[in-house]
């Protein structure tokens, strides 16, 4: 596991603790994807993670999420997030106006609404990208992998993809227009 950042509006370890405790977080979910030269979505990225939670480790696939910093706006945090585990030239493409195509409400307590977080309440606004440049798993990723949409919709039916993503992946195509 990396060690986060805490200088510039991070909170520090104790410190996001506490206010885990209090206060639902801000975070951005984030669904790469490439396109043709209509802007026809050709294939989704899907990363394949490992995470530690108390004493298991878990291998699953995820979409591409992370928390929103103080004072720092929803297009930065999407850049950084993209570039974070997609790599510096990923070249992702944030619109002119970015409109979330959902908002997914992870909650500590299972069961509540499909998106689940062991550790916090947490409100997520999830974003379709585009990105134009070469993409490598970063941190805590483990591959990269590029789907077709059929291939996508068929991953998110499964439990291979953790904390909801799933749901947010099929919300993300048929926002796209695809069949799920």
Same mark, same amino acid.
């Given at each position: 596991m990396q060690e986060t950042e805490t200088a510039g509006g991070w909170l520090t370890r104790d410190e996001l603790r506490d206010a885990r405790d209090r206060v639902p977080i801000l975070y951005?979910?984030?669904?790469?994807?490439?396109?043709?030269? %209509?802007?026809? =979505?050709? /294939?989704?990225?899907?990363?394949?993670?490992?995470?530690?939670?108390?004493?298991?480790?878990? *291998? &699953?696939?995820?979409?591409?999420?992370?928390?929103?910093?103080?004072?720092?706006?929803? %297009?930065?945090? =999407?850049? /950084?997030?993209?570039?974070?585990?997609?790599?510096?030239?990923?070249?992702p493409q944030v619109? *002119? &106006?970015?409109?979330?195509?959902?908002?997914?409400?992870?909650?500590?307590?299972?069961?509540?609404?499909?998106?689940?977080?062991?550790?916090?309440?947490a409100v997520a606004l999830a974003y379709v990208v585009v990105v134009m440049g070469d993409c490598a798993p970063q941190g805590d990723s483990l591959n990269l992998a590029w789907l077709t949409p059929a291939e996508a919709a068929a991953l998110a039916a499964t439990p291979d993809m953790a904390g909801g993503h799933g749901v947010l992946l099929r919300q993300a195509l048929a926002h796209l227009g695809h069949a799920v």
């Open positions: 951005v979910n984030l669904v790469p994807v490439r396109v043709d030269e %209509r802007s026809q =979505v050709t /294939r989704i990225g899907v990363l394949l993670r490992a995470s530690q939670e108390g004493d298991v480790g878990t *291998i &699953a696939h995820e979409l591409v999420s992370g928390r929103v910093l103080y004072h720092e706006r929803l %297009r930065d945090a =999407v850049l /950084r997030h993209i570039e974070r585990d997609l790599g510096p030239m990923a070249l619109p *002119i &106006a970015p409109q979330p195509f959902a908002i997914a409400e992870y909650f500590p307590t299972p069961g509540v609404t499909p998106f689940h977080d062991p550790r916090q309440h």
